[in-house]
């Protein structure tokens, strides 16, 4: 194997690009995903259909598509239309659709705010009676006792699920290479295959590179579940 080839400043540089924008797409869109499933989820569970009935389309429209078919749907098919073409150079917000970062990010949040609705609906209905009730005997009206008990319960016992969802979504910025004009560590990794024709030395440090990020992130959760899990460990006799 000639993985010297991978050490070359050039490609070590394409890595280096894919790893970055990678990382900010999945930031980005965790943070966007996560700011709209909060009233989402919220919606989920409510009694009324009217309410959550269309966010239990969304979910499931979202869940039920392949990724790569949203990010197509995106940047191919709304990025593309004449209508916001003919408005993306002074137009907010269509100006935004002109950039293949923004179209990426937007299928990617959308994706994982259905997952993290469904998860945050769960966790919430899950929720023990007694906090509830507890919540009520001292007078918390419904929307106090959603904002200040429900939501922030469900979102510490969400962790170890929605762990695995951002494992997920890292691994799903690889589809971004299918955005023209956004490198991907994938994406740096088949130019630099294109350029050598060495599958195996650059299609097993993108793999490396995923791991490592892996690790990292569950890492970083392992200590956040320790902070806010930690009245759920089991208790040694």
Request: with cysteine; hydrophobic share 50%; proline share 5%.
């Amino acid at each position: 194997m000639e993985f010297e080839v991978i050490f070359r400043p050039e490609n070590l540089q394409q890595f280096w690009e894919g790893t970055v924008n990678a990382m900010a797409l999945l930031v980005s869109s965790l943070i966007v995903g996560g700011l709209l499933s909060l009233p989402l989820a919220v919606a989920r569970v409510s009694s009324n259909r009217w309410i959550s009935g269309p966010v239990w389309l969304f979910t499931y429209v979202l869940r039920g598509t392949p990724l790569l078919i949203q990010v197509y749907l995106i940047y191919f098919g709304l990025g593309q239309m004449e209508y916001i073409q003919a408005r993306w150079d002074d137009t907010w917000p269509w100006t935004w659709f002109k950039e293949p970062f923004f179209c990426a990010m937007l299928a990617f949040a959308l994706n994982t705010c259905a997952y993290t609705v469904e998860l945050l609906a769960g966790a919430i209905r899950d929720t023990g009676h007694g906090e509830v009730e507890a919540a009520q005997a001292m007078g918390m009206t419904r929307w106090t006792t959603m904002r200040r008990i429900l939501l922030p319960s469900a979102m510490r016992r969400s962790l170890p699920g929605y762990s695995n969802e951002v494992i997920m979504m890292l691994h799903s910025t690889s589809l971004a290479s299918a955005v023209p004009a956004l490198l991907d560590i994938t994406g740096a990794a088949r130019n630099i295959y294109s350029d050598f024709y060495l599958p195996f030395e650059v299609f097993i440090t993108a793999g490396v590179i995923y791991a490592t990020l892996t690790l990292m992130l569950v890492g970083l959760f392992k200590l956040a579940e320790r902070r806010w899990l930690v009245h759920l460990a089991p208790r040694s006799h």
